[in-house]
């Protein structure tokens, strides 16, 4: 055998040993609730692809706790967010069904770590989005979206420094998604301006940050697309009844025991959610 196929076979081999061990290694982190330091070199994924790779490992050793994944999140679509993580493209996460609340949920606030709240568009998908001989755009995506409601996506920093994080590290443990609240879908969403909508972070009735719709790549359907084309590069695609975050257009705002949340988005409405005290 040729010296360089036997090589692909060795890295390949160690690859499938290394991601089930980081996987449940991040998955005991996650359930321990507590924070995570900078994984040792020889686990920590190499590049997004093998990051990636770990996260579907990571959501079958989750699954059995919080659920199979209901929908899916992606973080740095904004300026504003990849300017708050210092990290200059899009990145997604799974949101397991057993983390999904609607609009009205009252949370522990002691189920986190330090969680975090986010202003985000979600998109309701009424078809599959499977693979096809171009990539998916904004206008192609569009046909598969069912409704967009306002939702808040809670993030958690279960990190002992998340800013000195490589970010392969934080995409393989979701990239801090830890659930979400999502408000009351709204189906006949085709004759708004959807860049055009401003959505505003409310802690403790107090304005806490704004945003329009189009800091999302210029529109969160752009969002949408890079998921779908993301996916499928990893063999994986979108379905019918999932969800998507498409990102924040709010720097995230950490919460305290007690605090009350709501995100308002305009056409969209008022989602609300509470961390109770412990």
Known sequence: MDSRLRGNDNKRRM?????????????????????LSALSPEYRPKDE???YGIQAQLHN???????????????CTTA??????NIPNPCAGGVFANTVQQSGASIPHGDFVRPGVECEI???LQSDLPPIDRPYTQETVAIAVGAIAAGIEIVDDRYVDYQSL???????????DAGCVIGTPL????????????????????????GAAREVMDHPFAALAW????????GLYLRRDEFVFTGSVVETRWVNAGDSVSVEIDRLGTTTVRFLPC
Do not use: Y
């Not at 050793?61 to 973080?75: C, F, V």
């Not at 490589?166 to 801090?176: G, H, N, R, V």
């Not at 779908?228 to 990893?234: K, T, Y």
């Open 80 to 85: 504003v967010m990849q300017r708050f993580l």
């Open 61 to 75: 050793e989750l699954a059995a706790q919080r659920g199979e994944i209901a929908g899916h999140k992606i973080g």
């Open 122 to 124: 979600v998109v309701f």
């Open 187 to 210: 189906r006949d969403w085709r004759g708004i301006d959807i860049p055009a909508l401003v959505g505003r972070t409310m802690i403790n009735g107090i304005e806490a940050g704004r």
């Open 49 to 51: 692809a093998e990051a």
């Open 166 to 176: 490589d970010t392969p590290t934080l995409i393989a443990d979701d990239f801090f």
């Open 15 to 35: 690859l499938e040993m290394k991601e089930p061990v980081v996987a449940r290694l991040l998955a005991q982190n996650r359930l321990a609730k507590q924070r």
């Open 227 to 234: 998921l779908a084309n993301s996916l499928i590069e990893r």
